[in-house]
């Protein structure tokens, strides 16, 4: 399930291949040109969602990319899986409980593997109150001026996580003996950042 903030951790990775000052640099999450999505197992085949509510910020300089600083946050309650009856069950007590926990965070914890365009991005993903260490392969796009004169760069990002670790239980017994629901739940990024 993911979230923004993974997002913009898989970019502060990724930006070691591109940066070219020599000062940290602040870049934000385009909402607008970024999709954060999920998929999980449900009986034989995949349900895929998105996340359409997030925001998050970049601090970097290229010369320490040991030194960035990723934070972002996930509106729990835009969980869109195209299907208005899954999407209230998804908000409920047996999922995300909305009411309760209203966003998903992430913030990050250190850079390694930097190698071309690909690295890895180590952080704290915080869903339903329980934070639990992550780590996200980044693919870094490439990145240049928009015709208004904004510097932009692109990512994609990918994480497999364990929904039961985060307090995501739900499940129905089918009967053939196996479950509804998967337990691993793969988050695909695509994200779009802006230099302020």
Do not use: C
């Amino acid at each position: 399930m993911r979230r923004t903030g993974i997002a913009l951790a898989l970019a502060a990775a990724a930006l070691t291949g591109f940066a070219t000052s020599s000062q940290a640099a602040t870049w934000k999450v385009d909402g607008s040109h970024t999709h954060v999505g999920f998929s999980v197992t449900h009986l034989f085949t995949s349900v895929h969602g998105r996340f359409d509510g997030f925001e998050g910020e970049i601090e970097f300089d290229p010369e320490h990319p040991e030194a960035t600083v990723v934070r972002g946050t996930i509106d729990a309650r835009t969980v869109n899986t195209n299907r208005a009856k899954r999407d209230k069950h998804l908000r409920s007590a047996d999922f995300f409980d909305v009411e309760k926990y209203p966003t998903l965070r992430f913030e990050s914890t250190g850079v390694s593997d930097v190698s071309g365009d690909r690295g890895k991005l180590s952080g704290n993903l915080t869903i339903r109150g329980v934070t639990r260490p992550v780590v996200l392969d980044v693919r870094y796009l490439g990145q240049g001026r928009d015709p208004w004169g904004n510097v932009r760069a692109g990512f994609k990002a990918s994480l497999t996580i364990s929904r039961k670790d985060y307090g995501l239980n739900w499940n129905e017994l089918l009967e053939t003996g196996g479950l509804l629901v998967g337990d691993q739940v793969e988050i695909q990024i695509d994200i779009e950042v802006m230099l302020e």
